[in-house]
């Protein structure tokens, strides 16, 4: 049996990325996600790799650009107001078609907002505020365990679709301490695995092979149309393959919660404490975010009265919600929103009384 170590979340983040055979790092600091730039400053270099501290969250996303193009497993990390920085690069890494990890500790919001944990970049993440056609596959941990296992795998996703991936984490998971078992250690592609693997890749052609040519500008709108046309079916393979969710007495329940990330852990403590009162509580944690688990939602049985969103955000994961069920149930919302938590008396408490309204 692996061992289990006691692990900060942030820097458990950076470990994970480094066993997935990530060797490039390139971030800005801000809180409450600094432990990751410290680390991978501290731990990377030993590994043979690199680390960048850009001059800006702009200048890490155009190094990453250039690793990715490279060939390179890159990881990047920032929060909530760096993403919002680098999002014209997210549009720009999708529509050439190049892997990076990004990890979002999301904090309180708008704007520079506080320095605790948030959700209110639920739609940042998903929706995205670059130009165009294209989409951020988003994934979303619980836990650190569990974060790290989603870190690890996101590498070979982005791969795999040749697409920037999301892990929103928050600042609870990011400064808590929990034991992980860490994944194992995979080598970076060698060059001849790199030429194999990533046929696109600018590792020069040493006479072997035709030229590279990474190109986002398609001055003929009938080439750009075709364009997008050709990559767009990855998409729907990701929302056929990759929706994941935690089901708990969905079936079943006359109330169903739907939460995701550290508030899901809230809400299940929350469910406890109804259950013991007699109340038949279900659950539908969102592991991805985008694509959204549509299908977690054909299984709510015909019991189900009242569905019910927690999150720390105004709502933004509900609009998704209610959109899903379409009016088949009343949706309602418990929150918190500027970096103030949920606790799980408090949800007892809202769930009464929302259970109450006639």
């Known amino acids: 049996m692996a061992e289990k170590k006691l692990m900060k979340g942030n820097e458990a983040f950076a470990t994970a990325a480094m066993n997935a055979g990530c060797r490039y790092y390139f971030g800005y600091p801000i809180t409450p996600q600094n432990e990751v730039p410290e680390f991978m400053s501290r731990e990377l270099p030993k590994a043979g790799g690199y680390f960048i501290q850009a001059e800006s969250e702009l200048g890490a996303m155009n190094m990453a650009y250039g690793a990715a193009a490279a060939g390179g497993r890159v990881l990047l990390s920032t929060s909530s107001p760096g993403i919002a920085l680098m999002q014209e690069n997210l549009s720009l890494l999708s529509s ?27 739609e940042q993440a998903t929706r995205g505020g670059g130009n165009g056609d294209y989409h951020t596959i988003v994934l979303a941990p619980a836990t650190i365990q569990e974060a790290c296992d989603m870190i690890y795998k996101a590498f070979d996703i982005a791969d795999e679709y040749r697409n920037p991936v999301m892990v929103c984490a928050d600042g609870m998971i990011g400064q808590m301490m929990e034991p992980v078992v860490l994944p194992p250690e995979k080598a970076p592609l060698t060059e001849e695995e790199i030429w194999e693997q990533k046929p696109y890749a600018l590792t020069g052609h040493k006479w072997k092979r035709e030229r590279n040519a990474i190109n986002s500008v398609w001055l003929q709108q009938e080439l750009l149309e075709e ?22 007495n969905v079936e079943n329940c006359d109330t169903l919660f739907v939460a995701y990330g550290s508030v899901s852990r809230v809400v299940k403590e929350a469910m406890q404490a109804l259950e013991a009162e007699g109340y038949n509580v279900g659950l539908i944690r969102l592991k991805t975010l985008w694509p959204f688990p549509h299908k977690a ?9 009242n569905i019910i969103c927690c999150e720390l ?12 069920v379409a009016g088949k149930y009343p949706v309602h919302l418990i929150n918190r929103v500027g970096g103030m938590l949920l606790d799980p008396v408090e949800v007892v408490d809202r769930t009464k009384k929302i259970l109450e309204v006639k």
């Open 96 to 122: 050439v078609e190049l892997p990076v990890v990004l990890v979002s500790v999301m904090r309180g919001g708008p704007g520079i907002g506080s320095i605790q944990p948030g959700q209110a970049d639920y």
């Open 297 to 305: 939602f054909e299984l709510i049985g015909d019991n189900c009265k």
């Open 227 to 248: 364009y997008i046309y050709q990559y767009w079916p990855k998409y729907e393979k990701a929302e056929a393959e990759l929706q994941d969710w935690e089901a708990i």
């Open 313 to 324: 955000s105004m709502g933004q994961m509900m609009k998704d919600v209610k959109a899903e």
